[in-house]
């Protein structure tokens, strides 16, 4: 079975830091990862995707993430963190043709 | 252009009621999932729908819930009798089927609270 594990349940940086959000995923056919954010009391919203195309995937709000095969990781990073890029972020892996499943989740807190 | 809509939004009910979740997916797209959420488990798929016909329910935690798609436009998630312990955040997604990279739409959630 496909597993996601997120590394920290919480990040927290500095304003204009560089953001880094681990994730390590488990998969024995070639796997498609997603990087969802949540903020307050919302639904989830797509960051972005690895679909076995450029494994330097770019996102929206200035986020992208590296699919590493030999690391078996798909980090999420962002050169400078805004304070409007305080959420959860979740990492997930296709599991067949249309389920995905989700790591534990990650809470940045940006400091001013 | 409307995303996938969810009702009610706050649930609170006591144990033992009945409670129905609805859900709204977005106008054309013909796949429907249900996710729970809580703090201890984190997001968990349920069960989700292709063309209105249920294809994996092994996320549903017991007989006491169940869901339908009567149609391409409408989802409910029952359960009966509700307990304590499904307190959480209920989330409806759809999406246009057409392999493993579709993007999922979530919608804003239905907080359930049993007492």
């Known amino acids: 079975a496909q597993s996601v594990t997120q590394l920290g349940s919480h990040v927290s940086v500095s304003e204009g830091a560089l953001v880094l959000l681990r994730c390590n995923y488990s998969?024995?056919?070639?796997?498609?990862l997603f990087w969802y954010v949540q903020y307050p009391n919302q639904g989830l919203q797509l960051l972005l995707k690895?679909?076995?195309?450029?494994?330097l995937v770019k996102g929206i709000n200035g986020f992208e993430a590296e699919f590493k095969k030999s690391e078996t990781s798909f980090h999420l990073t962002k050169p400078s963190a805004h304070m409007s890029d305080a959420a959860e972020y979740f990492c997930?892996?296709?599991?067949?043709?249309?389920?995905?499943?989700f790591g534990q989740g990650t809470r940045l807190t940006i400091n001013p | 252009d409307a995303g996938v809509i969810q009702s009610p939004r706050h649930e609170v009910t006591e144990m033992g009621q009945e409670v129905t979740l609805r859900c709204k997916p977005i106008?054309?797209?013909?796949?429907l999932f249900w996710y729970r959420q809580t703090m201890m488990r984190g997001l968990e798929l349920l069960i989700y729908?292709?063309?209105?016909?249920?294809?994996?329910d092994s996320g549903m935690p017991e007989d006491r819930f169940s869901a339908k798609m009567p149609n391409a436009s409408f989802s409910t998630l029952k359960i009966q009798p509700s307990e304590p312990r499904d307190s959480a955040v209920y989330f409806c997604?759809?999406?246009?089927?057409?392999?493993?990279?579709?993007?999922?739409?979530f919608g804003p959630g239905t907080r359930l609270t049993v007492l």
């Open positions: 997604a759809s999406t246009l089927s057409g392999g493993g990279t579709d993007t999922q739409y």
């Open positions: 729908f292709n063309n209105n016909v249920p294809i994996d």
């Open positions: 690895y679909t076995s195309a450029a494994t």
């Open positions: 997930a892996v296709s599991q067949g043709a249309q389920k995905l499943v």
């Open positions: 998969s024995s056919v070639p796997p498609y």
């Open positions: 106008s054309g797209h013909n796949s």
